[in-house]
């Protein structure tokens, strides 16, 4: 029996994918940053809902590295990952960030709509907040 997932309500703070591409020589840059890098994220592992390695599908090597992070801005969330010896030493060819809105899984315990009126006019591309329902 399949349960659905619950109404929650949406977090207040902004998230942003950040989606890092190695670049040449990444895996030497890794092993010598890693100590660095485990000790950034561990001492703000609360601005990230998650974060990890990216591999090819059914390869081994890593590829890259993608977060999802919580801030208040973009340039918070860029001030946060430039503070990754990761990023601070080069290793990444391409850092590409784009706003995220958490709205269904494990994380936060459910969904965030209602129902799927309250969201329709997001799904269409409409700003947030449409004001017929009354609802973000």
Known sequence: ???????????????????????????ALRKEHLDGHLQHVEDHWRRY?????MREPGGEMIVG??????????EDAEALMKGDPYIACGMYETIEYKAFTNSIGLFLGGKIWANSDAIRHRAAGGPPGDPSTGLA
């Open 65 to 74: 590295s993608v977060f999802l992070v919580l801030a208040d801005s973009l």
């Open 1 to 27: 029996m399949t349960s659905l997932p619950p109404h929650v309500p949406k977090t207040d703070q902004s998230c942003f994918l950040v989606i890092c591409r190695d670049g040449p020589g990444a895996s």
């Open 49 to 53: 809902v998650t974060a990890g390695p």
